[in-house]
Structure formats: structure tokens, C-alpha cells
């Protein structure tokens, strides 16, 4: 099956990524869920179809290539494969419990001092987030803002461009 | 559009709600699921669906791309400064325990700044971001 329309492609994704917020709360996560629902299924879907109004709603026809297929068909049954490794879903003895995990639910800092106070943060989430990971969410939101940046020098109107020939 | 009204009516009764979601989920945060991020982005959903239905110029009355830009930058400057001020007052960079006596107060206040640090960034850029985009014109 091929579809050619953008538009219904674009709904399409927003759909995916509605499916996938609602997985995320499956598995009790509701923080990625709101962020899925918003920036997945809100915002990208917005700017797909704004970027479909300024260039077209159908995909040129292509021919078909066997290599693409067989390279998409190799990587996903070597992921597929490779999740027959993983411990199983909530399994108190897997790796990401049994390393830092332990320490962040105990809600215990360590302080400059060397001695050990509670963060006092019910959602642990943002206790990990905000304050034992502070560095990486630091670095996250100058990702973020550097984007915004990128995007704005890349498609900003150019004073002379208003009223001028296109 | 045949009867724009009922979506200018619509979403005029719901952009409040949306707002005051984005302002809950950013200072429940701590107690609830949510955080800088995610309110960010309401927020900036929020702004988004004004300019889809009202239109880019009235949305850019509310929210100049001057002033979004200053406060995308901003909202970084806010958390790299926490950051500071932690290392002003004695402890590492970004050891919020270090902003005020009682360790477990200062952790409190210092990722409440940080979060909405987070939020005024993720929000200004997103908007930026849909700007960018709803500001250019097919062919150029």
C-alpha cells in the first residue's frame, strides 16, 4: 500500500503519536505521554501542514528500490532481535534498577558538605530531572533554544524580501 | 471555511482553560506528572491554536516575535543563573541546597526556578519555531 497525499500522511503521524502518548501512560509515564500528545501529535503535526501549504500536498512518484527494503528489513529485525535480550518489563533485578535508581527513590542528595539531605520532591520525576540531573537538563534546554535559533536564521523573512519581487 | 465561527467561538471558550492547564502543570510539577517542558509546550499550543484560528497578525499583537525571542534566551539565562548564584553562595554550580539555610527549602525553591526557566524557553521557542514557518509565503 503507498500513499501519495501528504496531507493524509502528516494526519497520519498525528495519529501515531497519539497512539504512542496513550502507551506511555500504559506504562505509567505520564510526563513523556503529555509531552508525546503535545509536541507529537499537536505542534509537528501543525508544522507538517504548514510546510505542506508552502510547498505541495503530493509526493512525486518514485520507483521502487530493492536496497532501501532490504536495509530497512535488515535493521528491524536486528532491533527486533536484539530486544530478545532485554530483561523483562518491571523486572525489579534489571540493570536500570539496580544502579542510581535505588538512591533516587531513597530521595537522598549529597550536599557540598559531604552529608546526605532529602530532595523533598514528591514526583521523582522532576526530583531526577531538575535536581540530581540538573547538568543534562541544563544542557537540554540550551538544545532546545540553540534549535529555535537554527530554525529562525534558517526561515526568517528578509527585511528587503517584504513587498519586494519574489 | 464555512462556518469559522463555531471554531473562533470554540477554541475562545477553551485557550483560557489551556493556558491555566499549562500554568498548573508547570507549578504542580513537583507533587504531580508535568514539569517545565510539558507546560512549556501547552503553553505555547495554546498560542499556537489562537494564530490557526484568529490569524498570524493578531497572535504576533499578543506575542511579538521580539519579545518571544528575548524570552526564549531568557529562560536559559534563568537557569544557568541558579546555577550562578548556587556557586556565589558557597556550593557547587547547580547544587540548589546551597541557595538558602534549610538545605531541603533551597532544593525546593532552586528546581522551582530552574522548571520555569525551562518552561519560558521551551515555550518562546516553540512559538518561535511555528512563527518561522506560518511567516513565510509559498515560492520564497
Redesign the interface.
Known sequence: MRLRSLFATAMLSGIYSFLGASWMLLLDA??VA??EA??GA??ST??LL??L???TREEKPTRFRVLPLLVVLATGTALIYATFGMPAHGDPNAPAHQWVAPEYLADL?P??SGEV???????V???V???YR??D??GE??V??T???A??L????RPK?EGGT? | MKHPSILRVVSKLLIPYILLFAFYVQFHGDYGPGGGFQAGVIFAAALILYALVFGLEPALRVAPLAVIEKLAALGLLIYAGVGIVAMLKGGNFLDYSALEQHETQGQHHGIMIVEAGVGITVASVLIAIFYSFAGRRRGR
Open positions: 505520564p510526563d503529555f509531552t503535545a509536541v499537536g505542534i501543525v508544522v504548514v510546510t501549504s508552502l510547498t542528595v550536599t557540598a539531605i532529602p530532595v523533598g520532591i514528591d514526583n520525576v522532576t526530583a530531572l531538575a535536581s540538573g547538568y537538563t541544563l534546554t540550551a532546545i533554544f534549535a529555535g535559533i530554525v529562525m534558517l526561515l526568517r523573512r524580501d519574489p
